[in-house]
């Protein structure tokens, strides 16, 4: 038999009186976790077309494109979704999404090139 959760009176409540699952214990982000594992598609950036306007930065909705002294270096894709954001606001069209299982199929040959 299960237990009836009563909560008619929910709006006296404190934050000690909610259920097991009703609260969230403490705030946080995805930075703890690597999200980016379902992403189907990955942005690649085209250095010589990006002159570093940061629009793609205000746009990504995962906090992914990595920016030092006002300048674009890398794009995080532990937590790239691949949404593809960037790519559709990037006025310079230096940012191509690019399906992923080629993209690390080419990262691997690169690998083996440096070998």
Partial sequence: MSKKWKFSDIVKWGPGRHEPGATIPESGTAEQYETGGWRTERPIRDREKCNDCMICFFACPDSSIRVENG???D???K???GCGICAQVCPRDAIEMKNEIEARMEEGKKEEEKV
């Fill in 75 to 77: 794009i995080d894709l």
């Fill in 71 to 73: 300048r674009l270096v």
């Fill in 79 to 81: 937590h790239c979704k």
